[in-house]
């Protein structure tokens, strides 16, 4: 029998924190191993649950959800958690910084059960649950932001191609249309995909997004 997604949950809202938290119980494959109100808290949690993935509200007391995210499942972290954010706000700073601090992807709390439950179950599987027209609007709107960085190595681990189909990635394409613009089966851009991720530890689409663009290979 597999293994239930271990769930840890954190909202400072009561009433939401508890919906959230009974309807994630009530799935067959999940279970909540623990919730808090606060960021200082599911870091404690984490630690003792080590949960797969953490349902993260961004506004809490003690610690933001952001920082919390940073220090879960940032660079450097040596056990990284996968986080999914779930917020008030649509493609806001708040979201854009809790991406770039390592989150797997976001939800608003407005979403439909249904939609929450996938997004767990998506981000379980350790892929990042942004569809490409919204890291299209992300990009479009932070780009600018994301600069390129002073040390960034101008020999990367990636061949001609891998480059081209990070270049795409970052500018926000699925891989079917990849495979069209590529002229190459969906199955072989996924390949392509997951060696890019793996050649340069990158956990998903969006720290790819980010990466390409610290390295200056999009602007």
Do not use: W
């Not at 767990?120 to 890291?135: C, F, K, M, Q, S």
Request: charge should be neutral.
């Amino acid at each position: 029998m597999t293994q239930p997604i271990r769930v840890a949950v954190c909202d400072d809202q009561v009433l939401i924190r508890t919906g959230l938290v009974t309807i994630i119980d009530a799935q067959a494959d999940m279970e909540v191993v623990g919730e808090c109100g606060d960021g200082e808290a599911v870091l404690k949690l984490a630690e003792q649950q080590r949960p797969d993935v953490v349902v993260m509200d961004i506004r809490m007391p003690v610690l933001d959800g952001i920082e919390a995210t940073r220090r879960l499942a940032g660079a450097g972290v040596r056990h990284p958690a996968k986080v999914l954010v779930i917020t008030t706000f649509n493609l806001d700073e708040y979201v854009y910084e809790a991406l770039r601090a390592g989150a797997s992807g976001f939800l608003l709390k407005d979403a439909p059960p249904a939609q929450l439950l996938l997004g767990i179950r998506t981000v379980a599987t350790g892929a990042a649950l942004l569809d490409p027209e919204v890291t299209r609007q992300l990009v479009g709107r932070y780009a600018a932001r994301i600069r390129p960085a002073e040390d960034a190595p101008r020999d990367l681990p990636l061949t001609p191609r891998e480059l081209e189909v990070l270049r795409l990635i970052a500018d926000g394409l699925s891989n079917k249309e990849i495979a069209a613009a590529l002229l190459l089966s969906q199955e072989t851009v996924k390949t392509f995909v997951s060696r890019i991720l793996t050649k340069l530890n990158l956990r998903d689409r969006v720290q790819a997004v980010v990466y390409a663009y610290r390295q200056g290979l999009v602007t």
